[in-house]
């Protein structure tokens, strides 16, 4: 007679005990791998989103209006004014006749500027002009104060017309110092980057000068669990400073990996 093929109950288990004694094995041995790619992923990730938060704030400060850059906040928030353009204006000391900018009559709202406008161009209604900004706190030199800071209302050929002149304000103690090189800036109303550790974000925020109700918001990080800025003014001169941005991103589903990313930002100061 013949034989019946096959395998029996216990061999069957047994197969199975030393199948899964080789896989387990072999697991071991691939565990740690698989963890650190895992892990490496991960920590590229967080790095990859530091870095480009990072980037973006540095691109942004140095375009910004000379000596506009502020802390505030003990270290959660960086401000500035964005420049858009500048360029040269018209002075009584320049003996062209009429249309210089008048550092002495507040009524008048007028001035040339100087050779090419600036480009892109001046947008009445949205864009300021400002004369020789000095910093946060330097009277009648302060674009935060609305000392040398003024909106553009109009503008025809190379003649711009002002909201108003602060820059002779009849109730400042003095007027607004011109600049030694006639020099103005384009500006838009200020920006910042705040620190939102309570919802674990970096965001900016702009539009939030009155009369508006709320600043607009765009998230520019997340999982943010530690950030600190820090501003040096007058580094080495008295036209450069120094931003230090701390930021720290933390896995939500993995808590102790995170990255830790620490950048300076050297600013020009031209006056």
């Known amino acids: 007679m013949r034989r019946a093929g096959g395998f029996t109950l216990i061999e069957m288990i047994v197969v199975m005990v030393v199948t899964g004694i080789v896989v387990g094995m072999v697991a071991v041995f691939l565990r740690a791998p698989v963890q650190a790619y895992v892990d490496s992923a991960a ?26 850059a502020r802390v505030t906040g003990g270290g959660t928030t960086v401000e500035f ?9 018209l002075a009584e000391e320049d003996n062209e006749g009429a249309g210089y900018l008048d550092f002495a ?28 900004n000095l910093g946060p706190g330097i009277d009648r030199a302060d674009a935060y104060a609305g000392d040398n800071i003024a909106l553009v209302s109009a503008v025809a050929g190379n003649t711009v017309t002002l909201a108003s002149n602060p820059f002779a304000s009849a109730g400042a103690t003095a007027p607004v110092l011109s600049s030694p090189a006639r020099r103005f800036q384009v500006v838009t109303g200020p920006v910042k980057f705040v620190c939102d550790l309570a919802n674990r974000q970096l965001v900016r925020q702009w539009d939030y000068a009155p009369p508006a109700a709320a600043p607009d918001t765009a ?19 008295t036209r450069s400073g120094l931003l230090g941005i701390s930021l720290t991103l933390t896995r939500p589903d993995v808590p102790a990996e995170s990255v830790t990313l620490f950048h300076q930002i050297h600013v020009d100061n031209p006056i």
């Open 43 to 68: 920590r590229a990730e967080l790095s990859d989103a530091a870095d480009i938060a990072v980037r973006r704030i540095a691109r942004e400060v140095r375009r910004a209006l000379p000596n506009s």
């Open 105 to 132: 009559d507040s009524t008048d709202r007028t001035f040339t500027v100087v050779g090419q406008m600036p480009s892109p161009a001046i947008v009445p209604g949205t864009d300021s002009i400002v004369v020789y």
């Open 219 to 237: 998230i520019l990080a997340t999982n943010v669990t530690a950030c600190r800025f820090t501003y040096e003014a007058n580094i080495a001169n």
């Open 81 to 89: 004014f964005p420049t858009k353009s500048g360029g040269r204006y």
